[in-house]
């Protein structure tokens, strides 16, 4: 299993995900106003460089296959064990983003259920997403595309992301943002779908997320 990884000698030696601090605010849900205090999310979706150094055994896709590209075919156990696996190797709180963390950076300073504004347009979404009209085919990555408002790269497109936490009325988890392989107007912030936790397929990531407030 990937999370009998042994311990690197030491944090230095590990590939460091780029984590951006997500300030905190106010955003519309579902119909209600929840507030999101500030927390910590990577820059883009965990790389094969750093997953390998977790998984030695990890496989990379064709797909997405050098050190820098997005690691795929990645499970939602892989996602939270690798998560506790470099909280223990950092010594720092890593886990998956929430459903709600992950909506509100994708959203950006937008705080409505509306389109936000840097996906408002196609050109707008060409500039900023890797989508069906665009990528090739293939998994892009997101740093050749524009940051949406909070600096974040690739929130849709790219990959589909895993979060934290489980639907309410069954096993499954949830994915977030959609991939490389879908039309540019299928992509918005509220596109998810569920999948079992084993599931893992070529357009499947996850970020890194860490709350600012210690003990949060």
Known sequence: MASSSPLPRSYAHVPRTILWLVPGGEVLIDGRTVTIEPFYLSKWPVTNEQFKS??????RSPLSSGDRDLAVGISWN???AYCRWYAEVSRKPMRLPTRTEWLYACRGSSTSDDQPSWTATPEAIDRHCWHA????????HPQYRHANDFGLHG????VWEWVAEAPETDDQRILCGGSFRLQPQELHPNLFRHEVPHFAATDTGFRVARSFRIGA
């Open 54 to 59: 977790f998984d030695p055994d990890y496989r």
């Open 78 to 80: 892989q996602a939270h």
């Open 133 to 140: 009209g665009n990528s090739e085919g293939r998994v892009q």
């Open 155 to 158: 929130m849709l497109g790219s």
